[in-house]
């Protein structure tokens, strides 16, 4: 079946300027999470959506971040006014709920802020 | 708190020998924990996890990983490494006693090449 889709794959945008990114998860997984990936950096966890509701939002950075799920489905991760430190990979996962499940990452979107 | 640790950046292993990358944790109590791959410009794939039960997982791509509580240790092993196993690692560790969150952290990653 399919996979957790994620788009656009790569994104370049100027300092300053708003960016939406997009996080299709496997149907019927109730948990989404994204992380940032840095180069050379491991995951770093940004928030975590049961169904539509984010119970922990404690890794978003600063309020530039923002995200939201609707229908259970799909996520958005909006950054304002980017900064070059959010340059990085960013990357949506999906889970059956339950802690022990695996996570499924989609193949990530590189944001580059220029 | 948890956290993970992964010592080595980089480990380079011959074709056919096998290869080890290591992971060790700090958790509060009994650990959930994960290995998982990452190939050039892929997301990152889930190869085996440990949760209860026998110390010896068996995981995906003939991979296995050995639970060592007294060690705090989660070292990844394959008896025969594959060229086609090159890439980027990952452990990753929760805290079951955590409620309302079932985030996974991540170490940062250990690079391995296999040399024909």
């Known amino acids: 079946g399919a996979g957790v889709s994620q788009s656009p794959s790569n994104k370049v945008t100027e300092k300053g300027k708003d960016v939406e990114l997009r996080c299709d998860p496997i149907?019927?997984?109730?948990?989404l999470y994204w992380y940032r990936q840095r180069l050379g950096q491991g995951l770093e966890f940004l928030i975590y959506?049961?169904?539509?509701?984010?119970?922990?939002k404690s890794g978003l950075p600063s309020d530039r971040f923002s995200a939201e799920r609707t229908g259970e489905s799909v996520s958005t991760l909006t950054i304002q006014r980017t900064q070059q430190e959010d340059s990085a990979v960013y990357l949506c996962?999906?889970?059956?709920?339950?802690?022990?499940?695996?996570?499924?990452f989609g193949n990530g979107t590189r944001l580059t802020v220029t | 708190a948890q956290s993970v640790a992964q010592p080595e950046d980089q480990v380079n292993v011959a074709e056919g020998n096998p290869l080890t990358v290591k992971c060790t944790y700090s958790?509060?109590?009994?650990?959930?924990l994960f290995w998982y791959v990452q190939y050039p410009n892929r997301g990152l794939q889930f190869l085996l996890k440990y949760i209860t039960g026998d110390n010896l997982v068996k995981g995906s791509y003939g991979f296995e990983a050995e639970f060592n509580k007294s060690q705090t240790s989660f070292h990844l092993k394959k008896p025969s490494a594959l060229v086609s196993d090159s890439a980027l690692y990952f452990c990753a560790v929760r805290d079951p006693r955590w409620a309302g969150s079932y985030q996974l952290t991540f170490g940062k990653g250990t690079k391995l090449s296999v040399i024909p």
């Open positions: 959506f049961q169904g539509n509701s984010a119970p922990d």
């Open positions: 149907s019927g997984h109730t948990a």
């Open positions: 958790v509060s109590g009994n650990p959930y």
């Open positions: 996962a999906s889970s059956i709920t339950g802690a022990p499940s695996p996570l499924h």
